[in-house]
């Protein structure tokens, strides 16, 4: 199991848990990627006890899978904020297919529906305001 954006470890936790014999997680921010370990140590994750666990402090989206290293069996992500987009979970799982995905293998969350409502806040007839279209290609 590859962890994208890592952050505190719970999904790689929950692999874990679930039997996973691999579980790697990668998080680009170095205070975040120490911090799994000691939430690992606080839930009793001793990893002499369980998978082989491993944390790397790398930006997913400079890495490639290295001569040798087997592609994972499934990618987990919970790379959101409020919007389900802002976070970076789209380019970063379409790289993580592309590079570190074995063929069949399963990426969790498969799909994320966005709802959104246009509203008219009023005030200025002056167009300067408006918003400038966002392509939807940007997120594919």
């Known amino acids: 199991v590859l962890d994208v954006g890592s952050g505190s470890g719970v999904l790689m936790m929950m692999a874990n848990r679930a039997g996973a014999r ?7 921010m170095a205070d975040l990627a120490q911090t799994s370990f000691e939430v690992f ?10 998978c082989d ?7 997913l989206l400079k890495s490639h899978r290295g001569p040798g290293e087997a592609a994972y069996d499934v990618v987990v992500s919970d790379l959101m904020d409020f919007t ?3 976070g970076g979970i789209v ?5 993580a297919r ?4 074995r063929e069949g293998g399963a990426i969790v969350p498969r799909k994320l529906a966005v709802f959104a409502l246009l509203v008219d806040i009023g005030g200025s007839e002056d167009d300067s305001t408006a918003a400038a279209p966002w392509p939807a ?4």
């Open 84 to 86: 389900g987009l802002g």
């Open 98 to 101: 592309r590079h570190f995905l």
């Open 41 to 50: 140590d606080v839930n009793g994750m001793d990893q002499q006890d369980h």
């Open 137 to 140: 290609s940007a997120l594919l």
């Open 22 to 28: 691999l579980v790697r997680g990668v998080e680009r």
């Open 53 to 59: 666990m491993e944390v790397v402090c790398n930006d």
């Open 91 to 95: 380019p970063a799982l379409r790289h």
